[in-house]
């Protein structure tokens, strides 16, 4: 069962030194339906069932709802309380780097990491959960709205929170209409599909892949340079890769030419200094035209003629 909960302001956790202190507001949790209906609830209950139902007789039942949240101060970061989740099977994708994402799965609230951006909860309809009743896949979308972006966490009391946040100390606001986006459905595959048409509807800022059309060097080969060089990539190596890759019968149609080519800051890198998140590849951009490694003879025109060469040498089609 998710049961919302309602607390007073106070510290929840310990976070790392990357991300900032989430401390919980006064709040009131809102459910918005498809059809606009709001709810206003404190201290209620909510059972995800296979239409989602909230504990109130004026709500419709509903596939799927959006969760908003409004406090009692205005503030740049806010961490809501929705419910506490344990002993139910669930999965959730986060981000574990300042660019990347992976997955995970848990059982209970306190589970969740800071920074989840997708939970796929599993439960049966049944109480008892036995093996013979309906199993029930409960999607948590976070959302932007306006300025604010939302993620979800846990904390130790195993509930899920929303942390809604501006990163602007000078952007503040004291609510958020559509913050999570709730579905669910007994096929996950389509639970998932139907949220994000559901978002696709209400924000509108986005069209579900069914609607976009596929470029065509989808179907083609290609390379990346980065799990091969990284940062250090050079114009011979593009060409000793490549040309390892013909001889293994897989020439590549399409080359990717990934970080390492642009010109950088050359501050000197502090050896006592500890590297987290990846941050040893987040330097300053001082220039849009390539480094001296890809120069020629002094030359800015040295980009250019590595791909004309590419495309020359191994039939590549586009850089």
Not at 84 to 106: A, E, I
Not at 172 to 200: C, D, R, S, W
Not at 261 to 271: F, G, N
């Amino acid at each position: 069962m998710l049961r919302t909960t309602v607390a007073p302001e106070h510290s929840t956790r310990i976070t790392p030194s990357w991300l900032p202190h989430r401390n919980h507001s006064n709040s009131r949790i809102t459910f918005i339906n498809h059809h606009q209906k709001s709810l206003v609830v404190k201290c209620s209950k909510m059972t995800v069932t296979p239409r989602i139902s909230v504990n109130h007789s004026n709500l419709d039942i509903v596939t799927g709802a959006f969760i908003g949240a409004t406090a009692s101060n205005t503030k740049s970061l806010h961490v809501f309380p929705i419910g506490v989740l344990q002993d139910l099977r669930f999965l959730w994708c986060f981000r574990f780097k300042l660019w990347w994402m992976t997955h995970r799965v848990g059982t209970c609230g306190r589970d969740i990491p800071l920074e989840t951006q997708f939970m796929l909860i599993e439960t049966r309809e049944s109480r008892n959960q036995q093996q013979n009743s309906p199993v029930i896949y409960t999607v948590l979308l976070p959302l932007l709205e306006g300025q604010f972006r939302a993620v979800l966490q846990g904390n130790h009391k195993n509930e899920i929170e929303i942390c809604l946040e501006s990163g602007d100390p000078s952007v503040e606001t004291n609510q958020g209409l559509h913050l999570v986006y709730m579905h669910a459905g007994t096929n996950p595959f389509e639970v998932i599909n139907q949220a994000v048409k559901a978002v696709e509807k209400q924000m509108q800022t986005f069209l579900h892949r069914e609607k976009k059309r596929l470029p065509s060097f989808l179907d083609w080969f290609g390379w990346c340079t980065w799990d091969a060089f990284y940062t250090d990539v050079t114009a011979e190596g593009i060409e000793e890769g490549l040309k390892s890759l013909s001889e293994g019968g897989t020439s590549p149609r399409f080359l990717i030419i990934d970080d390492g080519w642009q010109q950088i800051e050359s501050k000197p890198k502090d050896a006592d200094c500890a590297v987290q998140e990846g941050a040893q590849f987040a330097t300053r951009l001082t220039g849009i035209k390539e480094n001296t490694k890809f120069q020629k003879n002094g030359e800015s025109n040295g980009l250019k003629h590595v791909v004309d060469q590419t495309k020359q040498r191994h039939n590549v089609k586009h850089v």
